[in-house]
């Protein structure tokens, strides 16, 4: 069983940082991208960034570009994704998915976590 845990949401102040983990368990990753996907209140599903297991590619929304690091552990079991100067904008469950393709379209993921929430305070 493929398993995906998110954490490190919370509440932060506009222009703060967090550093969210999606761990992964139950099969080899070494063919797949992980992604991370956010949903602000009453908003589609959007994709934020995206990463190869081997940490070499990444592939970043046009909105978090320069902000927002995603990267993988030595290991490659965990992905982070690192949320530098942080908007109310932002606030969002944020998700971490595990998927084939590098794309930015959520249907094209095979495995989910539960999310995390990300709350930015203005």
């Known amino acids: 069983q493929v398993l995906l845990v998110e954490s490190g949401g919370g509440l932060v102040q506009a222009g703060g940082s967090l550093r969210l983990s999606c761990a992964a368990s139950?099969?080899?990753?070494?063919?797949?991208?992980m992604g991370w996907f956010r949903q602000p209140p009453g908003k589609e599903r959007e994709f934020v960034a995206a990463?190869?297991?081997?940490?070499?590619?990444?592939n970043y929304a046009d909105s978090v570009k320069g902000r927002f690091t995603v990267f993988k552990d030595s290991a490659k079991i965990t992905g982070y994704l690192q949320m530098n100067m942080l908007k109310p904008d932002d606030t969002a469950v944020y998700y971490c998915?595990?998927?084939?393709?590098?794309?930015?379209?959520?249907?094209?993921?095979?495995?989910w976590g539960q999310g995390t929430q990300v709350t930015v305070s203005s």
């Open positions: 990463v190869n297991w081997s940490g070499q590619t990444t």
């Open positions: 139950g099969r080899p990753f070494g063919d797949y991208y």
């Open positions: 998915a595990a998927g084939q393709i590098p794309t930015s379209r959520p249907e094209a993921y095979n495995y």
